[in-house]
Every structure is written in structure tokens, then in C-alpha cells.
């Protein structure tokens, strides 16, 4: 049974038991949520989770495509992925604990057909700070499911993960308590972590057992279900979200919900009794494209090729939702997955562009069971190419240079910085690459490296005095203009030039613009017409735009947002967005002091275009354009 199967078989199962299929959420998602991208199939739902009512009804099934991108830097293990999909089923205030735990057990080992002697399951122990009880009434459903199955099923109190690590489990335990660190559900933790007036609830979650995986005791002297050695592997959890957290403590909710998530890859890998979700159907032919393209086997390479599956993956979903690469929000995490894959590949010996190869055969893997991925193919194909061709002379650059300054076998922060300031090469990348190739990086890299932007946004600061005051010289409405078109166009350089395009002073009057910037060499004419073309294009689509206050931190690390200077304001700034009406992601996204015009049409309100009328040295490495509304 392919995942593609289990897939199909999950939504029909649920059909049949009177759910209504629902369709996937966008990666990205809608509204305020507070977060970049959709990381459950739960997520999408909370509204109805908390009480409104859902247009089609209280029974819903559905397969949703998440992202975490928290997990990228775990990617290369067997099991963690940045893309997933989480089969999901929710009653809201219909079904509970009765139907919920028989129906999953019985497509688990009916409908996929697992072995339930290798099924094992945790509940929620209880809390006695706050009276919650003790989940019997689960830990009793599955024991009598098991013994249907002519299994012995004992119970056991396990308590915390670092008691299970003590204890262990004895002969025919099959059924575990746990505390709530691993079997309470609330968005914001465990019941002691609540705020008053969130929901919450005990969960049930169940494992499958790899016989043929040993227990590693670096994490501890014995093995359980909620061990991290790789035996065990959780495959989905329940959640019964009952109660609401109080002044003193918590009450009934009014309605008793269901909240399942069970992810389709790791189900897919305990079919065919594989600890390694990547040799599954809806991962393992891109494992097979890249050994062909490579000429290398997955069994020498696996950690490579499992990054580059799985990013890969990851970066056509996103662009599927239009998130396309950039160094804003969303954009920032596609370009990061983007530039890993592309490093990767590199360790594979594939230098060649190699993207155009593979997004097809990833294509054709969702293409049956999701049209939107097979519509918008050649604008993922287009939109992944034009980035890798724009990164490879980067990454040549940035690997080439990196190599040099290591001749003693060790990075500093200075040397990083370097990478950044004249490359453009990604700072995480060169944290990752000195790994690779087994250089020492020194421990104060970063103390090092933030020394050295500070002395650059001093000197940039000084030699800007007077003429760039939170990037505008004026307040006129001329100069508004001007300023608004410097963003647009310093994101149109970069888009033509590259990432290591980095802002080194400007100054606007009511008749020009001037900018400055990090580039080692001439502009061509054809690169200027094509900054033009970029700009003017943008002018006429009358993007809008609006700015936000964020914490300096999170707006540049977090959020991606340009901002050369963007630490003179303190521990908060403005973050300047300039969006299309209905488009995803912005074209600009920069830190500034403003003001700035509200639409970009009032750029070209009188009849003028954009036009760069000279590009010349400045310093060296450092380039100047200026450039008018005529």
C-alpha cells in the first residue's frame, strides 16, 4: 500500500463514517495567525475547534500539507522532514473517545493492514495540581481493542519521559500513562502553562515499534514508547479537547471535541516496516532521480540526499501557494530551503543546474490527488530554476573563499562576516559549510561577526549624516517618491544581481535619487534596463504601502526584512511592506524610518517612468546608481 493509497483510503474510510472532506489549507496562512506557515491540520480549524460553526458540518476529514521550519536544520535524520502532510478527522461536539479511538485503531490495522502486535499507545496520566483526571476511560478502549486481537495488553504508569528512561517496559504492557509534558494538548503547553479562558486536553497517541531498530542508550539506560532512539516512531494522536483553563483552575467546555492528526509519511514507513520515512512512495523517486543525475548510491550519500528530497519538496509546495524565494517573511525560509538543496548537491557532485530534473518527478508524485500542483508546474519550474541559477555563482564564490580563509583549519566571526558583507554569502551557510568540510569555527564567532556590522552601520551612519535621516532626506511629497522608488529598486538589484546586493548609503533630493551598494564590479547596460523593466513593472501593478512596528531582533533574524540601518531605532522598528492587492508575499520588505507615498502609482501620477541615469564606482566594492522619475 503506497502512501498515495493510504492517503485515498484515510478520506474514504472517514467518508464512509459520515465526515465531509474538506479541502487543504494554503501553506500560507490567512489572516492574523501569528505565524509564517501552516504547521498542522489543526491549525486551520481552531476557529471551529473553539466553537464557531463550520459550513460543512461536525464531522470533517482531510489531508493538509504543513510546514515547519523550525525542523530544517533536523532534516537528514530518518523521520524529520520540513514537509508533511497530516491526515486529520475532527468532530466537533459530535463523536468522542468511544468512536474516535476503535475507528483509528481499526484503519491502522484493517484498512493499512499494520501488525497491532507492533501498536503501542500512551494516554494522559492526570494532574493532580489542577484535579484533572486520570484518562481511564481511553487506557480502557485500548486495552479491550487489543485483546480483540488476541494481544495481552497491560497498563502502565510510565509518568515522565526521563522515568520511562529509568523504568522501561515490562512483558505485555501495551498501554502507557504519561504525564502531561507528552499527553496534555493546549496551545500554549501543559495545564500549568495555560492562560485563562484557553482550551485544552488530554491526547492519546500511538507508536509503532521497528523490531529491527536497537535501542542507543546515549538517551537513556532503557527504552519506551516516547524514546528518541528511533525504535518507537508516533504515527498519530488524538486529542479530546474538553476543558477551559479558569482563574482557579479548569472547567467543562460546553461541547467535547475531536482533534486527530496522523502523519501520512510516517503511517507510509510503518507499512512497509521501514524506519526511514524517505524510502516511502511519496519521497523515495526523488531519492531515485538524484542517484541518477549524481551517479552515487543513497546508502553513502543518505544525509545529502535526504536534505535535498526533502527541501526540494518543501520549496515546489510553497511555490504551489506562490510563496516565491526572497529575504522576506515566508520568502526567506523557500530561499533557505532553495540554497541548502543547492549545497547539498554540490557535496553530490551534481554542479550542474539540476533543479529543472527534479520538480517534475515531484510534481508527478501530487499531481493525481492535487490539480493545483500540476496547474502551476511550470511556473514552480520557472520560479526554482531562475533562484538556483541565481545562487550556484554565489555558493561558487562563497565555498571558494571560505576555503582560503581557513588554511589554519579555523573560521572566526570575522571571516564570516567577510563571506556576508563582499559575497553575499548566507551566514547560516557558512556556519553549515565550515562544519562540512571540518573547520574549527571559533566560539565568539558571533560576538565577532555583530562587531563588525555594528562598525558598518557606524560608518554608513557617518557617511550618510544629514542626508539619510531614517532613510528619507525630505519631506516633501518629492521626496517621498523618490524614497518609495529606492526600495523599489534596491529589491530589483538584488533580484538581478544577487543577495549580496547590500545598501551603502543613499541621498534623495527633490530632482534624483542616489543609492550605494555592495557589488565587485560593473553594471551592465542590460542589467540596468532589466532594474528598470523590474521597477516599472512594480510602479504599475500600484502596490500598497503600509508599515508595522517589530522588535529590531525578530524583524531582521525572524522576519528576513531588509534593514542596513534598522538597529539606530532602538529595540523596535518600522518594517515597510509594498504588496500587489491579492498577492501572498511583498516585493519589498525593508526596515525604514519613512514616511513613504501610500500607493506606488503616485509615482507615475504625472506621466514619468523610472529611469537609472548612471551607474558608477563609488569605493572600492561599493557601487552608485542615480536615477529619476522623468
Given at each position: 500500500m503506497t502512501a498515495q493509497e493510504i492517503r485515498k483510503a484515510y478520506l474514504e474510510f472517514f467518508e464512509k463514517r459520515g465526515h465531509k472532506v474538506i479541502p487543504r489549507a494554503l501553506l500560507v496562512?490567512?489572516?492574523?495567525?501569528?505565524?509564517?506557515?501552516?504547521?498542522?491540520?489543526?491549525?486551520?480549524?481552531?476557529?471551529?475547534?473553539?466553537?464557531?460553526?463550520?459550513?460543512?458540518?461536525?464531522?470533517?476529514?482531510?489531508?493538509?500539507?504543513?510546514?515547519?521550519?523550525?525542523?530544517?536544520?533536523e532534516v537528514g535524520d530518518n523521520r524529520h522532514t520540513t514537509f508533511f502532510e497530516m491526515l486529520g478527522n475532527w468532530s466537533l461536539g459530535?463523536?468522542?473517545?468511544?468512536?474516535?479511538?476503535?475507528?483509528?485503531f481499526e484503519f491502522l490495522t484493517d484498512e493499512v493492514g499494520l501488525d497491532p502486535e507492533k501498536l503501542y499507545v500512551t494516554v494522559f496520566a492526570g494532574d493532580k495540581q489542577f484535579d484533572l483526571p486520570k484518562d481511564e476511560v481511553s487506557a480502557k478502549y485500548w486495552q479491550d481493542l487489543f485483546i480483540k486481537k488476541g494481544l495481552k495488553a497491560d497498563i502502565a504508569d510510565i509518568g515522565s519521559e526521563q522515568e520511562g528512561y529509568s523504568r522501561g517496559i515490562k512483558v505485555n504492557e501495551r498501554v502507557f500513562y504519561y504525564d502531561a509534558s507528552k499527553n496534555w494538548w493546549a496551545p500554549e503547553g501543559k495545564?500549568?502553562?495555560?492562560?485563562?479562558?484557553?482550551?485544552?486536553?488530554p491526547d492519546s497517541e500511538v507508536f509503532y515499534l521497528f523490531e529491527n531498530v536497537e535501542?542507543?542508550?546515549?538517551?537513556?539506560?532503557n527504552c519506551h514508547p516516547n524514546c528518541d532512539c528511533g525504535r518507537f516512531m508516533e504515527i498519530g494522536n488524538s486529542v479530546f479537547m474538553e476543558y477551559v483553563r479558569t482563574k482557579d483552575g479548569f472547567d467543562k467546555l460546553p461541547s467535547q471535541n475531536v482533534d486527530f492528526g496522523g502523519g501520512l509519511e510516517r503511517i507510509a514507513a510503518a507499512k512497509i516496516n521501514s524506519p526511514d520515512v524517505f524510502k516511502i512512495s511519496i519521497l523515495l523517486p526523488i531519492i531515485e532521480s538524484l542517484e541518477k543525475l549524481s551517479g552515487k548510491k543513497y546508502e553513502q550519500h543518505t544525509n545529502a540526499m535526504r536534505v535535498i528530497a526533502d527541501h526540494l519538496r518543501g520549496a515546489v509546495w510553497l511555490a504551489v501557494d506562490d510563496v516565491v524565494p526572497s529575504n522576506k517573511e515566508q520568502g526567506y525560509v523557500a530561499r533557505r530551503l532553495m540554497r541548502r538543496a543547492i549545497r547539498f548537491a554540490f557535496e553530490l557532485g551534481i554542479e550542474q543546474n539540476f533543479v529543472q530534473e527534479v520538480v517534475p518527478v515531484i510534481v508527478e508524485l501530487?499531481?493525481?490527488?492535487?490539480?493545483?500542483?500540476?496547474?502551476?508546474?511550470?511556473?514552480?519550474?520557472?520560479?526554482?530554476?531562475?533562484?538556483e541559477k541565481v545562487f550556484r555563482q554565489t555558493l561558487r564564490k562563497g565555498v571558494r573563499e571560505l576555503e582560503k580563509m581557513s588554511k589554519n583549519g579555523k573560521i572566526s566571526g570575522n571571516n564570516i562576516f567577510s563571506l556576508y558583507d563582499t559575497f553575499g554569502?548566507?551566514?547560516?551557510?557558512?556556519?553549515?559549510?565550515?562544519?562540512?568540510?571540518?573547520?574549527?569555527?571559533?566560539?565568539?564567532?558571533?560576538?565577532?561577526f555583530d562587531e563588525r556590522m555594528k562598525e558598518q552601520r557606524e560608518r554608513s551612519q557617518t557617511a550618510t549624516k544629514g542626508t539619510f535621516k531614517g532613510g528619507l532626506g525630505g519631506q516633501t511629497l518629492q521626496h517621498k517618491k523618490y524614497h518609495t522608488a529606492t526600495h523599489l529598486m534596491y529589491q530589483a538589484l538584488r533580484d538581478v544581481l544577487g543577495d549580496h546586493v547590500i545598501q551603502r548609503g543613499s541621498n534623495i533630493t527633490e530632482e534624483r535619487l542616489r543609492f550605494d551598494f555592495s557589488h565587485p564590479e560593473k553594471v551592465t547596460r542590460e542589467q540596468l534596463d532589466e532594474v528598470e523593466k523590474i521597477v516599472n513593472e512594480q510602479i504599475k501593478k500600484d502596490l500598497k504601502v503600509t508599515w508595522h512596528e517589530y522588535p529590531t531582533k525578530?524583524?531582521?533574524?525572524?522576519?528576513?526584512?531588509?534593514?542596513?540601518?534598522?538597529?539606530?531605532?532602538?529595540?523596535?522598528?518600522?518594517?515597510?511592506?509594498?504588496?500587489?492587492?491579492?498577492?501572498?508575499?511583498?516585493?519589498s520588505f525593508e526596515i525604514c524610518?519613512?514616511?513613504?507615498?501610500?500607493h506606488t502609482l503616485q509615482l507615475i501620477e504625472d506621466g514619468k517612468v523610472f529611469k537609472i541615469l548612471k551607474e558608477e564606482s563609488s569605493s572600492a566594492g561599493i557601487r552608485r546608481i542615480k536615477a529619476v522619475l522623468q
Open positions: 496562512p490567512q489572516g492574523e495567525s501569528g505565524v509564517l506557515f501552516t504547521g498542522s491540520g489543526m491549525q486551520p480549524l481552531i476557529p471551529y475547534l473553539l466553537g464557531e460553526a463550520h459550513p460543512k458540518g461536525n464531522r470533517l476529514v482531510d489531508s493538509q500539507t504543513c510546514l515547519r521550519s523550525q525542523d530544517i536544520e459530535d463523536y468522542f473517545k468511544k468512536e474516535q479511538l476503535p475507528w483509528f495545564p500549568s502553562e495555560m492562560s485563562e479562558g484557553q482550551p485544552g486536553g535501542h542507543d542508550e546515549k538517551w537513556g539506560k501530487y499531481e493525481k490527488d492535487f490539480p493545483e500542483i500540476a496547474n502551476s508546474k511550470q511556473k514552480v519550474i520557472d520560479t526554482l530554476v531562475r533562484e554569502f548566507p551566514v547560516e551557510l557558512s556556519i553549515e559549510e565550515a562544519a562540512m568540510q571540518g573547520f574549527e569555527v571559533s566560539k565568539k564567532w558571533r560576538e565577532e525578530v524583524a531582521r533574524e525572524e522576519m528576513g526584512a531588509l534593514g542596513q540601518f534598522g538597529d539606530r531605532y532602538g529595540d523596535t522598528v518600522k518594517v515597510y511592506k509594498m504588496i500587489a492587492d491579492g498577492a501572498d508575499n511583498p516585493f524610518g519613512g514616511p513613504h507615498v501610500d
